[in-house]
């Protein structure tokens, strides 16, 4: 594994994130944003840029956050994944768990 993007993404979205992915692993969901973890090169980009800091890394996580490495899985699960996220859009859903959260 890598780096995760946890809650503190839900409903926010900065997307800078993404503009500096070299590997082009950060989708964007329908309210967060969420790693790709088979394209992620963990260099650690991301996780500098989130105003959020909502990337971490996932050894890093505790508590509630712990959750969020099966989240960033779930959330691909039965997509087709043929381009990298900035090509590929918004991708309107999310993973079940976040689904479900009430609106920030």
Known sequence: MAFVVT???VDVKDK??????PADC?????????I???LCINCGACEAVC?????????ELDG?????VQI???FFEGLDIAKGGR???LIDHDAEFVSQLPDA
């Open 51 to 59: 105003p959020t800091q909502a990337i971490r890394y996932d050894e």
């Open 64 to 68: 509630e956050d712990a959750i969020f």
């Open 72 to 74: 960033n899985e779930q």
């Open 36 to 38: 790709n973890q088979d």
């Open 26 to 34: 950060l989708f964007e969901g329908g309210r967060m944003m969420y």
């Open 16 to 21: 800078s994130c993404i503009q500096v992915c």
């Open 7 to 9: 809650q503190a993404c």
């Open 87 to 89: 090509k590929m859009g």
